[in-house]
């Protein structure tokens, strides 16, 4: 059983900085992708980011590139997303989700839920003007 759970939500100012974490369970290969995904009140949830386990492979939402920085510690079986220069346009729920594969992976497949197995129950994160 694989289990997912988010950590580090609060409320911050804009411009302010808060890192969410993301405690992974019951993985078993060493190729896994994890990704962010975020849900702001009455809109559809959206990808933020997203790694895959070996190589540093990243990819980012055009409105967090520069700001935020996804990554990975395989050791503690942890997932990391440092949000910085935070915006009240940032404000939702976050949450990661995980899917593991066979073989080292190229690239992550950004934004698509259908692609990942795994979710936690998110963290919400909200930024005042």
Known sequence: QVDLVESGGGLVQSGGSL????????????????A???????????????IHSVGAVTAYADSVKGRFTVSVDNAKAMAYLQMNSLKPDDT??????????????????????????????????????
């Open 36 to 50: 962010w995904f975020r849900q702001a009140p009455g809109k559809e949830r959206e990808g933020v980011s997203c």
């Open 92 to 129: 939702g729920v976050y949450y990661c989700a995980s899917s593991e594969y066979v073989v080292q992976q190229r690239s992550c497949p950004f934004g698509t839920e259908s692609e990942y197995d795994y979710w936690g129950q998110g963290t919400q994160v909200t930024v005042s003007s």
């Open 19 to 34: 890192r969410l974490s993301c405690a992974t369970s019951g993985l078993i290969s060493d190729f896994y992708h994890i």
